[in-house]
């Protein structure tokens, strides 16, 4: 059974850090593709913004412009961890953040590419 597992969320002040993680299981690591994404508060259902994903296999990486600089994405592959070092948080990062997987090597800002997804974690930064 393929499982993704979200934690390190929490409330921070703006300016502040968080390590969010995510755990996977029940699936060859190394050949997939590995994303965060968030949901913001009274955004549609749908509007999953795509933040930063990372190929497991030759480590490449995608950040989204709102995020450059601030976030960082990394992996364990010993460990089927995925990490987003979050630095310089802003009021506006709050959100529920969800990792999710996806077969090949790629990466994708669209949320439609990915086959699993964790249940979130909420991150809330206060100004």
């Known amino acids: 059974e393929v499982q993704l597992v979200e934690s390190g969320g929490g409330l921070v002040q703006a300016g502040g850090s968080l390590r969010l993680s995510c755990a996977a299981s029940?699936?060859?690591?190394?050949?997939?593709?590995i994303g965060w994404f968030r949901h913001a508060p009274g955004k549609e259902r749908e509007e999953r913004e795509g933040v930063s994903c990372i190929s497991s296999s030759d480590g490449n990486t995608l950040y989204a412009d709102s995020v450059k600089g601030r976030f960082t994405i990394s992996s364990d592959n010993a460990k089927n961890t995925v990490y987003l070092q979050m630095n310089s948080l802003k009021p506006e990062d709050t959100a529920v953040y969800y990792c999710a997987a996806r077969g090949g090597y790629y990466c994708y800002t669209s949320p439609e590419e990915y086959d699993y997804w964790g249940q979130g974690t909420q991150v809330t930064v206060s100004s």
């Open positions: 029940g699936f060859t690591f190394d050949a997939y593709a």
